[in-house]
């Protein structure tokens, strides 16, 4: 079973910036077609924040464009989100998500909290 770590959460104030990263838990040779983040805002549904393919294809939900970037390390299978301008609808927990042949597997999850 993947587990997946997510790093980088935190408090900060509404226009900062805040960088997630998220790997393996215990490293991984396998290449995951896909990694990317998604993120769950009190009272709501789970939504996708971006994804990124090995190949480079980007999908960012609309709320999110121009703000953040995601970026992927293939070698370590890491994923990092950087986030500026951050808004406090951006609030949530994130969780890092990577797919291969046999699967989707989530991290635990890390929270983000943007204060007006």
């Known amino acids: 079973q993947v587990q997946l770590v997510e790093s980088g959460g935190g408090l900060v104030q509404a226009g900062g910036s805040l960088r997630l990263s998220c790997a393996p838990a215990?490293?991984?040779?396998?290449?995951?077609?896909?990694m990317g983040w998604y993120r769950q805002a009190p009272g709501k549904q789970r939504e996708l924040v971006a994804t990124l393919t090995s190949s480079g294809y980007t999908n960012d939900a609309d709320s999110v464009k121009g703000r953040f970037t995601i970026s992927r390390d293939n070698p370590k299978n890491t994923v990092y989100l950087q986030m500026n301008s951050l808004k406090p609808e951006d609030t949530g927990v994130y969780y890092c998500i990577a797919k291969d042949v046999w699967g989707d597997y989530w991290g635990q999850g890390t929270r983000v909290t943007v204060s007006s």
């Open positions: 215990s490293g991984s040779n396998f290449s995951y077609n896909v």
